[in-house]
């Protein structure tokens, strides 16, 4: 079965069900908005999935954290963007967690501390495009986002706590495009998000059989790094598609400490 049997194997066998389930659950500015055509109005619909690795540790390659993400993007005149994005994540990083005894350590370092712990929500994002600029060797984008999430593992259901963020994202990008052949275009792209975070937990104390809960938020700082390979093919690559054009992007990317490796596969409507 050659690529373009699977595509279409892909698109007649989605159910009307499931197609409308992506599009109203797609909800991050893909990196393959900065392909669309000189003055062109386009919408992206995709799924995203980044898996920890390690490259240099001494523990497993393929670490047990995820991150999948179903994300709706529209692209007005090339160079502005809005998009929605649901995201579920999981942090696991370690192989044992031999000090954790029903308590949630809710430090800085949550994420590498605790074990399972999950984190969805939905973000939404405006992002503005750069391009063709003759000071400037490459394009850019410049985007804001904000969002929020819930997080969840066995220690928070137990002890019945709530834990979620509240968050927002400067993100700058520089990217180009390459035409490969006549069926396809590269676009690479580098990005940084600078990520500011409000975590917020209730925090519960007893004395004397005297239960009390207060509220405690922390702010914290990230710099999350990206580096994608987006590849857009032309309309007409695939039959079946008609003017719909398939994108499949490969990603490496740093974030919260981590490395991931991962993949979105999308489709651009051209309108």
């Known amino acids: 079965m050659n690529f373009e049997s699977i595509i279409r194997?892909?698109?007649?066998?989605?159910k009307a069900k499931q197609l409308l389930?992506?599009?109203?659950?797609?909800?991050?500015?893909?990196?393959?908005?900065?392909?669309?055509?000189?003055?062109?109005?386009?919408?992206?619909?995709?799924?995203?999935?980044?898996?920890?690795?390690d490259f240099?540790?001494?523990?497993?390659?393929?670490?047990?954290?995820?991150?999948?993400?179903?994300?709706?993007?529209?692209?007005?005149?090339?160079?502005?963007?809005?998009d929605l994005s649901y995201g579920y994540s999981l942090f696991n990083r370690k192989?044992?967690?031999?000090?954790?005894?029903?308590?949630?350590d809710f430090s800085d370092n949550f994420r590498e501390n605790n074990p399972d712990v999950s984190d969805k929500g939905f973000s939404f994002g405006v992002t503005y495009h750069l391009e063709n600029n003759e000071k400037m060797p490459i394009d850019m984008s410049f985007g804001l986002r904000y969002g929020n999430g819930d997080y969840n593992n066995d220690i928070l259901d137990a002890t019945n706590q709530d834990f979620y963020r509240k968050y927002y994202a400067l993100e700058v990008a520089g990217y180009t495009t390459i035409e490969a052949?006549?069926?396809?275009?590269v676009g690479p792209i580098f990005k940084l998000s600078f990520v500011n975070e409000k975590?917020?937990?209730d925090e519960i104390t007893i004395v004397e059989e005297i239960v009390t809960t207060d509220t405690v938020s922390k702010n914290n700082n990230h710099v999350n790094i990206r580096v994608g390979f987006p590849?857009?093919?032309?309309?007409?690559?695939?039959?079946?598609?008609?003017?719909t054009q398939f994108i499949v992007e490969p990603i490496l990317s740093n974030a919260f400490g981590e490395t991931y490796f991962g993949i979105n596969i999308g489709f651009l409507f051209n309108n």
Not at 25 to 50: E, K, R
Not at 58 to 74: I, V
Not at 95 to 104: G, I, K, L, M
Request: net charge negative; no cysteine; proline share 0%.
């Open 9 to 14: 194997f892909v698109i007649y066998n989605m």
């Open 21 to 53: 389930s992506v599009i109203f659950l797609s909800t991050s500015l893909l990196a393959q908005g900065h392909m669309v055509s000189s003055n062109q109005n386009a919408v992206i619909v995709s799924f995203g999935y980044d898996r920890s690795v």
């Open 56 to 82: 240099f540790g001494e523990g497993k390659f393929l670490r047990d954290s995820y991150n999948n993400s179903l994300n709706l993007s529209y692209i007005y005149n090339e160079f502005l963007g809005f």
């Open 95 to 104: 192989d044992s967690y031999s000090d954790v005894e029903n308590t949630f």
């Open 181 to 185: 052949n006549a069926n396809f275009n």
């Open 199 to 201: 975590n917020i937990h």
């Open 231 to 243: 590849i857009l093919f032309d309309e007409g690559a695939f039959q079946n598609l008609g003017e």
